[in-house]
Each structure stands twice: as C-alpha cells, then as structure tokens.
C-alpha cells in the first residue's frame, strides 16, 4: 500500500494563553499542499520494523511515524506487523507539519492494511496522543482549529490557492519559538474575518492580506535571514510570511509562472524552493 503524506501551511495563527502543563492554546487555520512525504506499508508476521530514505532519522520510538504504528498495534490489541518505508519529502523543523502528517497517513493506512473495525474517535484519540496537529491530518484540506490545535472545524468552500514555499535550509525548533515569545499578549489578532471570507467560498485575493503568523515576533529576532526572506518576498509583490514556528516562509501567487519566476529570483545556497496548490 502507497500513501501521500501531504505538507501544512498555516495561512493565520494566533496564541490565546498558555496552560498549567505548558501547552500553549491557538487559533489557527491549516492548509493541507501538494508537497508530500511517501510511505509504503506491507504486512509482516509480527512488530514494526522501520526504514527510512532519510539515514539522520531515527527509525524507533524516536520516530512519531515508529510511534504511531505502536499505538494502533497497541489499541488493536492483536499480534499484527508492518514493513513500513518513509521516503521523505518535506523538510524537517520547517513548520510544513511533515511528521504529523507520516503519523495520520499510517494511522488511516495501517487502520485499513489490517483491517481493523477501529472508529473515527479512537483513530482520532491515538492521533491526539502522538502530537497537537496529527488530528488535522486525518482530514486535511482547510481548517479553523483552536484549543492546542486540536478542536477542529472544517471549512468546505475554501477557494484553490497556488503558494511557493522557501525553506531557507535549516530548521527552527518549536519548543525555542515558543518559549520566546512574550505572554499575555495585549492586541490580539481575531481569526473569524479570514475565517468567514474563506467559508464564502472567497479567493486569496479577499483574505491575503489577513495572513498572520504572532510567532514571527518570536522567531524573527533569532532568525534574522527569514524576516530577510519575508521582505524579499514582499518586494517581489508576493504577500509572504512564516509557516507554524518556522522555518518555511511562504507567499500566494497568482499560478506556477509567476512562481517560477520568483523561484529563480530567490534561489539560493541551501534553499529548497517548492510550487504548490491547495490540497
């Protein structure tokens, strides 16, 4: 069994608070692109055994891939296995959400290689389990999500949209953008005007300019090159800003021509530059 395991942007997201175990509550609204890990699945006698294109991945409980399989073997409570191969794609600490993504597509395709009666709700539960945003991947496609990302609403008219996407070549760690950034926030950006544009079935063209990231003003001052990148973005017309906790800076485009102009103008050492579409 093959399956796609596509990328995230975030086009909005705020922090609302922190709570007592230090999860940090959000609103956001993730896009699934067409930028995507691949994984094949075959079934084996017993265990998982993980292999992985990536050589500088681990491929045991370290992996939320390895982890993922466990839960489910777990929760079946059978004696099955799996050969499972990761063939990554999208870089890693890049805010793309390329590890929750592997972890829902081999939740769902595990789920069917085995065919296990397991409801929507108990995928759901194990998804929560592995990580904030691995429920949304269950789905994909547009969603307005709050709590620590995982209190879901899907948004079903959302307009196609066309995005370049800029990894600078190194990543950011979502634990340290977190922790720089300065809490209780006194103006906080509201979702429900990009929200509500989006849900009329509206283009970028009405809600672009509602893009907002809060964790920038953590993640800029330690990363000066992605505020760079951003401005670069910005200069060639493109409404652009960072993905999750970074390090991926994206922008709209109008379609792949435009793109690739803009891709030959910001190509650079160590930078992988990706044209996508809304998935």
Excluded at 142 to 169: D, F, M, Q, W
Excluded at 212 to 222: D, G, S, T
Excluded at 258 to 263: C, D, M, P, S
């Amino acid at each position: 069994m093959e399956l796609l395991a596509p990328a995230k942007l975030n086009l909005f997201l705020e922090i609302t608070g922190k709570r007592p175990d230090g999860y940090h509550t959000l609103e956001t609204v993730f896009q699934t692109v067409s930028l995507y890990d691949k994984i094949k699945l075959k079934i084996r006698s017993g265990g998982i055994n993980l292999t992985c294109s990536d050589k500088s991945l681990p491929v045991d409980e370290r992996n939320i891939v390895y982890r993922a399989a466990s839960a489910l073997l777990r929760a079946s409570g059978k004696s099955l296995g799996a050969d499972i191969h990761l063939e990554k794609n999208i870089p890693m600490g890049a805010g793309l959400g390329g590890g929750s993504s592997d972890a829902a597509a081999v939740l769902k395709g595990l789920a069917k290689l085995w065919k296990l009666s397991v409801s929507k709700k108990e995928i759901s539960k194990i998804a929560l389990s592995l990580g904030a945003d691995v429920p949304f991947f269950l789905s994909g496609g547009t969603c307005a999500a709050s709590g620590v990302g995982e209190k879901l609403h899907k948004i079903n008219r959302t307009a196609p949209a066309s995005y370049i996407l800029i990894y600078p070549g190194f990543p950011v760690s979502t634990a340290l953008a977190y922790s720089k950034l300065s809490l209780p926030l006194t103006k906080k950006q509201k979702i429900n005007r990009i929200q509500n544009l989006m849900e009329q079935g509206l283009g970028p063209a009405s809600w672009g300019g509602l893009m907002f990231n809060r964790l920038e003003e953590a993640v800029f001052p330690l990363f000066p090159e992605l505020k760079a990148l951003k401005g670069e973005l910005l200069r060639l017309g493109c409404l652009g800003m960072m993905s999750g906790s970074g390090s991926t800076i994206f922008g709209l485009i109008k379609n792949f021509e435009e793109g690739r102009n803009i891709k030959s103008a910001l190509s650079g050492p160590g930078r992988r530059i990706f044209l996508v579409e809304t998935v």
